[in-house]
């Protein structure tokens, strides 16, 4: 079975932290590159950040280095993503996603594996 699920959005003033953690199935995990994107309304789902295998590479977006921290725990199947210095365009549903690589990537359809998504709400 091919799951992911999100945990951890809520409501934040700016400035403030929040961490994403998402849980997955070992089948969706193993050897897979996970990243998280996210969505605001109106707007195309833009990748946020992604992390090797063994979490040696990571990549982000550009609109986020510096502030958000993406991490893995193999043992767990669990892939995290630490959100400081939030920011009201930080708004939005994030999703985690799989890629059966070794190369992460920013394109959306690159992604075979996604979750059902959780909200991220930064008040100003």
């Known amino acids: 079975q091919v799951q992911l699920v999100e945990s951890g959005g809520g409501l934040v003033q700016a400035g403030g932290s929040l961490r994403l953690s998402c849980a997955a199935s070992?089948?969706?995990?193993?050897?897979?590159?996970m990243a998280w994107f996210r969505q605001a309304p109106g707007k195309e789902r833009e990748f946020v950040a992604g992390i090797s295998w063994y979490g040696r590479t990571t990549l982000y977006g550009d609109s986020v280095k510096g502030r958000f921290t993406i991490s893995r725990d193999n043992a767990k199947n669990m892939v995290y993503l630490q959100m400081n210095s939030l920011k009201p365009e930080d708004t939005g549903v994030y999703y985690c996603?799989?890629?059966?690589?070794?190369?992460?990537?920013?394109?959306?359809?690159?992604?075979?594996?996604w979750g059902q998504g959780i909200q991220v709400t930064v008040s100003s």
């Open positions: 996603a799989a890629r059966s690589s070794l190369r992460i990537v920013a394109g959306v359809s690159e992604y075979e594996y």
């Open positions: 070992v089948r969706t995990f193993s050897n897979n590159i």
